[in-house]
Nanobody
Framework: EVQLQASGGGLVQAGGSLRLSCAASGFTFDDRAIGWFRQAPGKERERVSCISSSDGSTYYADSVRDRFTISRDKTKNTVFLQMNSLKAEDTAVYYC?????????????????????WGQGTQVTVSS
C-alpha cells in the first residue's frame, strides 16, 4: 500500500533551520508529484511546496519562497524540505502528500483535494 512518513519537525528559534523528510513506499516514486502542506489551528490548509515527477520542476508558496527548498533523493525514495530563516508564522503541522495517479504535475495538482495519500504530519514550532 501507499505509505508516506513525515519526520524532522521540532522546536526552533526564529531565524533557525529545520529539514523535514518524507519517506515514500508503495508506488513508483519517480512517477508521482509530492507536495508539502501545512495547517495551524484557525487557519486554512496551505500548499507550501511541491516537486513534480517528470522534469523535477518545483512550486513554492509566496510565503516561503526564497526560504524553503524542496528536493528529491531517488535512491532513498525520500523528499526533503529544507526550511531556513524560519519565522513564528511558519508554526504548523506539516504534511507530505502524493497524488492518486501517475504523471500529475504540481501545476495541475494545486490544492489538497487532488492529493490522495497523506503522511501523518510532523509538528514545527518556531519561537520568537
Amino acid at each position: 500500500e501507499v505509505q508516506l512518513q513525515a519526520s524532522g519537525g521540532g522546536l526552533v528559534q526564529a531565524g533557525g533551520s529545520l529539514r523535514l523528510s518524507c519517506a515514500a513506499s508503495g508506488f513508483t516514486f519517480d512517477d508521482r508529484a509530492i507536495g508539502w502542506f501545512r495547517q495551524a489551528p484557525g487557519k486554512e490548509r496551505e500548499r507550501v511546496s511541491c516537486i513534480s515527477s517528470s522534469d523535477g520542476s518545483t512550486y513554492y508558496a509566496d510565503s516561503v519562497r526564497d526560504r524553503f527548498t524542496i528536493s528529491r533523493d531517488k535512491t532513498k525514495n525520500t523528499v526533503f524540505l529544507q526550511m531556513n530563516s524560519l519565522k513564528a508564522e511558519d508554526t504548523a503541522v506539516y504534511y507530505c502528500a502524493t497524488t492518486l495517479w501517475d504523471d500529475v504535475s504540481c501545476t495541475v495538482a494545486t490544492i489538497g483535494g487532488m492529493y490522495g495519500y497523506w503522511g501523518q504530519g510532523t509538528q514545527v514550532t518556531v519561537s520568537s
